[in-house]
């Protein structure tokens, strides 16, 4: 991930995220010379934004202080977390809003 293109306030509004539960999944992608990715997100979030719940069927989830190609040393899919503090980037071109989020800090927690 292009973390300074999302930070390019033309191409994206990015928002701060505190205090935010979520359950953390996981996906295998491939590209186009066949190699694996791991790509976690979330489903279903309600974030409020400018005093209105914004609802996003799934966000790309991104840990800035663990190893995005090894973080279920830390996570496992399922697992609900608690984003302490993060950035949620809007892409402002497409129709359909597809969202990214920066977990800067987070917490385990308990079922």
């Given at each position: 991930?292009?973390?300074?293109?999302?930070?390019?306030?033309?191409?994206?509004?990015?928002?701060?995220?505190?205090?935010?539960i979520c359950i953390?999944?996981?996906?295998?992608?491939?590209?186009k010379n066949l190699?694996?990715?791991?790509?976690?997100?979330?489903?279903?979030?309600?974030?409020?934004?400018?005093?209105?719940?914004?609802?996003?069927?799934?966000?790309?989830?991104?840990?800035?202080?663990?190893?995005?190609?090894?973080?279920?040393?830390?996570?496992?899919?399922?697992?609900?977390?608690?984003?302490?503090?993060?950035?949620?980037?809007?892409?402002?071109?497409?129709?359909?809003?597809?969202?990214?989020?920066?977990?800067?800090?987070?917490?385990?927690?308990?079922?």
């Amino acid at each position: 991930m292009n973390f300074a293109k999302l930070l390019d306030s033309n191409l994206y509004n990015n928002y701060s995220i505190n205090d935010l539960i979520c359950i953390v999944n996981v996906r295998y992608n491939k590209d186009k010379n066949l190699k694996i990715s791991k790509e976690w997100y979330t489903v279903d979030l309600k974030i409020l934004i400018h005093s209105e719940i914004k609802i996003f069927s799934e966000l790309i989830l991104f840990f800035e202080h663990i190893d995005n190609d090894n973080p279920e040393f830390f996570l496992q899919p399922g697992q609900k977390i608690k984003i302490i503090t993060g950035k949620l980037f809007l892409n402002k071109i497409m129709l359909k809003e597809k969202g990214t989020l920066l977990i800067e800090k987070f917490i385990h927690v308990s079922e």
